[in-house]
């Protein structure tokens, strides 16, 4: 199965260690019930019991410690594993996964700082039941952090006293350390230290979301800082801020993933018990396509992010191709999501509102995940770096294989300069994933591709059209689905996936592809060849009724009342 059924899934693809933390975690929410999830929800219950279980059996603690400071052999940083906890979380609920989120955003800079002292602790507090928090942005200048107004001022005895507000900061209600960025009095170098929720001198003023999560306004009031608690300086500290970002973000994706396979057993479970003017819901001919459209939606976020991660995990200075695929994962993967959700709720209608649905909470939430960790805007800016050598300019790579191996991915912590050579970064050529299938609509969408490229070459965009980012934007979706598409063609032959399956995703991209030229066209800037290009773009994807019912019957339909959560 392509989707997590946490009833079914055995997780064989990991250590038993690991193993046994995705079964455990599972056993809680299971043990919970859907009903005791809800009501926590809606009252906006802080997840104790959850940070409870977490500690009892030193989750975080084993997931997110370098080995290096672990206390024991399963102890390590590694993506492969943490993919699947980020699903798991996902699917049982968006708080439950945020406060593990903003842990990760917390340590990044802790895990990044050459400060032994401050590791050491970390590792300590960790493996008593820590949460962590991420002191980034603040109210009046949002991430802004070359605005930043925080600031350390130093003593005549060589300590400093921290003083300023930090906003939108989750877990700043019991973090155990909150990484916080300001920057130096004396001459407005950034830095990272590290303050803790328990101190005096820290306010918590109040959580500014009406939500379970607990998402922090804090005040340091001459909160005292020895140089055991600065964790960077200057340069680093600029770099370990938006290194921690490029951490972070990878998991927006994967809390999605979770969200919408839940909501899709719940839309499934429902559509397929009711009966309506005489017949079962999905019986209906557009319920059917909006079924199979979003199963082949979700199938290929999964697979897009699976093949992801082994990029994340093979990164070194000689291979920065993650810093393609990272923000894809964050910013389309999530905007998928929604698209899933929005197919979901036009078949199950009224029934997304009802209080008892899991589906209410995720169709609340999932706009939220586009919106984090950088928005679309941001993240999509730093993808249209990578179209001229993506497409033109490749190079040659050794194969890279499926990344499951027992290891901390150490290079995470020690990225480099974090705006430093993005243009020279290279990647494989994408015409080898394409060319391993021969299937009508990766055909239709492979003349897309070249119709693209001619629009690079012959109808170059202006400077003033590559100054506007509405135009590029509409570009930017256009040249993602090229790099979606490829790394799901890498993961799709790997796990030789049903071949009706791959068509109905490339029907899909075919038609969206089609959909962002038809915006293209419709921009006042373009040029008649810019036009005339934007109109070829747009074509039919290739229709195949066999195809479509089997994917319906195999993969949509057969997953009614295979899953449905403890009560």
Request: net charge neutral; with cysteine; hydrophobic share 35%.
């Amino acid at each position: 199965m392509i989707l997590l059924n946490p009833k079914k899934t055995t997780f064989e693809h990991l250590d038993p260690s690991s193993r046994e933390i995705m079964k455990k975690t599972i056993g809680f929410f299971e043990k919970k019930g859907k009903a005791s999830l809800k009501e926590d929800d809606h009252e906006r219950t802080w997840y104790r019991d959850f940070l409870d279980f977490v500690k009892e059996n030193k989750i975080f603690a084993t997931l997110l410690t370098p080995s290096k400071y672990g206390s024991d052999g399963d102890y390590r940083w590694d993506t492969y594993r943490n993919c699947d906890f980020n699903e798991i979380l996902g699917f049982y609920g968006l708080y439950y996964w945020y406060t593990w989120q903003v842990t990760i955003l917390g340590l990044g800079p802790l895990w990044m700082s050459k400060n032994e002292k401050i590791k050491q602790k970390t590792a300590q507090l960790l493996n008593e039941g820590g949460i962590f928090g991420y002191g980034l942005s603040e109210k009046e200048h949002g991430a802004d952090i070359r605005s930043n107004s925080m600031t350390l001022t130093k003593k005549e005895d060589g300590t400093y006293v921290a003083n300023g507000r930090k906003y939108y900061i989750g877990n700043g209600n019991e973090a155990a350390i909150l990484s916080t960025q300001g920057k130096l009095a004396e001459n407005g170098q950034f830095v990272f230290f590290a303050a803790s929720s328990k101190h005096k001198s820290y306010t918590c003023v109040k959580n500014v979301v009406n939500r379970q999560a607990y998402v922090a306004e804090y005040i340091l009031d001459n909160y005292p800082i020895t140089e055991d608690d600065i964790l960077s300086i200057g340069r680093d500290a600029w770099d370990s801020a938006l290194n921690t970002v490029n951490l972070g973000k990878w998991n927006l994706g994967w809390a999605s993933i979770g969200m919408c396979t839940h909501s899709f057993y719940e839309a499934i479970n429902h559509a397929s018990t009711r009966r309506i003017f005489a017949r079962y819901v999905t019986d209906f001919p557009h319920v059917r396509q909006l079924f199979v459209d979003a199963y082949s939606r979700l199938a290929a976020m999964k697979l897009f992010s699976s093949r992801a991660s082994d990029y994340m995990r093979a990164a070194s200075k000689d291979d920065r191709r993650y810093l393609l695929y990272d923000p894809t994962v964050k910013m389309f993967v999530t905007l998928e999501g929604e698209k899933v959700i929005n197919h979901l709720w036009d078949v199950i209608a009224a029934k997304g509102f009802e209080k008892d649905m899991y589906f209410e909470g995720t169709a609340r939430d999932i706009r939220a995940l586009p919106k984090l960790e950088g928005t679309v805007h941001v993240n999509m800016i730093l993808i249209i770096r990578f179209i001229q050598n993506f497409l033109f300019n490749p190079k040659e790579y050794p194969e890279l294989s499926r990344q499951t191996q027992k290891t901390d991915d150490d290079f995470l912590f020690n990225q480099g300069s974090s705006q430093k050579g993005l243009n020279q970064i290279q990647f494989h050529d994408y015409n080898k994933a394409y060319n391993s299938f021969n299937l009508p609509n990766i055909n239709v969408f492979k003349e897309q591709i070249e119709l693209l490229k001619q629009f690079f070459k012959e109808a170059t965009p202006s400077e003033e059209q590559n100054n506007d980012l509405d135009y590029m934007l509409t570009i930017g979706f256009m040249f993602t689905l090229i790099v979606y598409g490829q790394l799901i063609l890498e993961m799709c032959k790997m796990d030789s996936i049903d071949k009706d399956l791959i068509d109905q995703i490339f029907h899909l991209m075919v038609r969206d592809f089609s959909l962002y030229a038809a915006e293209l066209h419709n921009k006042e800037s373009n040029s008649a060849k810019q036009s005339e290009l934007c109109i070829k773009m747009i074509k039919k994807p290739v229709k195949n009724e066999d195809r479509f019912n089997n994917v319906w019957e195999k993969h949509v339909y057969s997953l009614k009342e295979v899953y449905e959560m403890n009560p």
